[in-house]
């Protein structure tokens, strides 16, 4: 952040003359608009003005919750003998990777082919042409600890495109051949795997593999929560009954809750944790993170039963409805991990503080549990965390494990309102609509789950605004909002996670207008992303600006993969509306990501989730509202109380068959016998008789499956 600290909402207070970034909605955009800098936004103006002065363009991307970036800004962008030379010699073009995902993809790509890695910021130097020749990441200002000083970096790429341009054309022209080339994975002839249950079964094998047996989690430090993984785990452990598969997922979800990553006082997960305990994470929140971590832990709850999985995705929905949902319904994007310009302060506490709050005894208690210590347990300070359970603490302290636990909820409070008394990390309130479609689709599983009626009206709030206020005039949908202005062509992401979370809600709430949009946004995807010619999805659609290559999204990073979460929406999609072009055109989505499934497995979790749903028997659950809704309600509370990974539910309200009928087919035909709520229960094409009444249909329930 600034020196200023100044939101990310706001241009700064600086006294300089704002730059063209001033203009922009993007709060990281903003961040820079009195940067002494000439930025400009990317689009016609600043690629017009490369090709007229023949300078390369130096491309900056970023996000508004990033530390590093704010360090480079303060270090670089903002030191005007730095600018000066960037002014001189270079298009400075800022992004926010958040609204332009594809140029993040593409150029992110070029990074880690050039130097072996990657994140953010990004900084990539281009030719007019938009062509990739030489990038990393953060630069310092001066030389330090191996890395060149960005100074002289701006120098020498300046000479470099003096002395030797056509050198660097050749150069960046063959990256850009291997970025094509690369974006070709998967459409290879020769290169598709059969689809078969032993590809699930290599993936919880490898995740298994690679588990930390004391900690939980995969490989080494630093730790990232890697959701569509255990939730593959998870499926492993209702397809096969592998104790192995459902200990890996349960392990390390206990550990991530108990640990610092997680915010014991306000609820929430920062995006990674620094060290291999959980301890000390990276305390930026995304939305994303947060959606994607409350849907594993409701699923880890519905498996096992286990009331601590339960409370901590409650826990992190609430967050997000606190601190993190617009007054007009929408999600916002990230909290940064900086306050007052230094990272975490926000969150630390010294045992002194806790003491001072809560009182010697009950401070004490406390710290004994959270790992409150006069020494630290982080750069002097502690970050609250767990490293025994509450009732192994009690029996240290000698307390009833009960009572404890009253005296600490008491505890956390206190300490959370003096902590609101801080100054807060800046937060970025832009709306992204796959980051909505994933917290929609965690609010819906979590409100039926949990039986919090909050979340599905939440979850119904963010769709409408969704709905209403981010298409175009022809219905496609637009990326981003900020202010009341939504831009940007939708990318897959969007659609994909959209329409997931949209069929969840039906499911849900019997709402026809979820199932509906869902089916529409559903015919816009494939026709403008869909790889006819080779399956899958391309990243961009067709009426996409024409970028230096077209990818296809086929590995999760920290959100899901756009191909892996259309195929996962397409199948559920199908199974609920009996399209059979959803159902192909779903598989052949899984089958275009196949060498990845094949050749690095733990890349592809939302993927293997998509080919779990493909492979099993489907099951169609039925239930059809009669005259009592307490009746309906408790059946449906019912099926989303059990982990049905391969199920669907096609909830009918009372006076809402007849609507969904023609959408939702598994309700043709099917009445609310004698007026009760009736269940009805099919798996592989075979039916159970109906079952009446809201007793008989949870008992029904619980006996199995149907024979």
Known sequence: ??????????????????????????????????????????????????????????????????????????????????????????????????????????????????????????????????????????????DSRGMPGFPRVLLSVHRAWADRR?????????????????????????????????????????????????????????????????????????????????????????KMARGGIYDHLGGGFARYSTDERWLVPHFEKMLYDNALLASAYVEAFQATGEASFARTARHTLNYVLDRMTDPDGPFYSTEDADSEGEEGKYYVWSLGEVLEVLGVEQGRNFALTYDVSAQGNWDRKNVPNLPRSIAEAAKGLRRDPEELEIELAESRAKLLAVRERRVAPAKDTKVLVSWNGLAIAAMAQAGRALAEPRFLEAAERASAFLLDRLRAPDGRLLHTSKDGVAKL????????????????????????????????????????????????????GKSHETLIARQKGLFDDATPSGNGMAATALLRLAALTGREDFERIGREAIEAAAPVLVSAPTAGGQTLIALDIALAPGRELAIVAGADRREFEAVVDAAFGRFLPHAVVAPAPAGGREALADLVPLLRDRTAVDDRVTFYDCEARACRAPVVGAAAAVASLSAGKPG
């Open 1 to 142: 952040m600034s020196p200023s600290h100044a939101s990310p909402d706001r241009v700064g207070t600086s006294s300089r003359p704002a730059n063209r970034l001033a203009g922009e909605t993007s709060p990281y955009l903003l961040q820079h608009a009195r940067n002494p800098v000439d930025w400009l936004p990317w689009g016609p103006e600043a690629l017009a003005l490369a090709k007229a002065e023949d300078r390369p363009i130096f491309l900056s991307i970023g996000y508004s919750a990033c530390h590093w970036c704010h360090v480079m800004e303060r270090e670089s962008f903002e030191n005007p003998d730095i600018a000066r030379i960037m002014n001189a010699h270079f298009v400075n073009i800022k992004v926010d990777r958040e609204e332009r995902p594809d140029l993040d993809q593409i150029y992110m790509n070029a990074v880690q082919a050039m130097t072996g890695h990657g994140g953010w910021p990004m900084s990539v130097f281009l030719t007019p042409e938009l062509e990739p020749f030489y990038g990393g990441t953060y630069f310092p200002p001066t």
């Open 489 to 540: 062509d939708a990318y897959l992401d969007d659609y994909a996670c959209l329409i997931d979370g949209l069929t969840r809600l039906y499911e849900a709430t019997g709402t026809a207008r979820w199932i509906a949009s869902a089916v529409e946004l559903a015919g816009v995807m494939i026709a403008e992303f869909l790889d006819e010619s080779h399956g899958g999805f391309f990243f961009t």
């Open 166 to 254: 056509e050198d660097i054309r050749k150069s960046a022209a063959e990256m850009t051949a291997h970025l094509r080339n690369a974006a070709d994975v998967g459409r290879r002839e020769g290169v598709a795997a059969p689809l078969s249950t032993g590809l699930l079964d290599n993936a919880a094998t490898a995740l298994i593999h690679s588990l930390d047996a004391q900690h939980g989690g995969f490989g080494r430090a630093p730790k990232f929560p890697n959701p569509m993984n255990l939730r593959v785990l998870l499926r492993q452990y209702a397809r096969t009954g592998d104790a192995q598969a459902l200990h890996a997922a349960t392990l390390t979800l206990g």
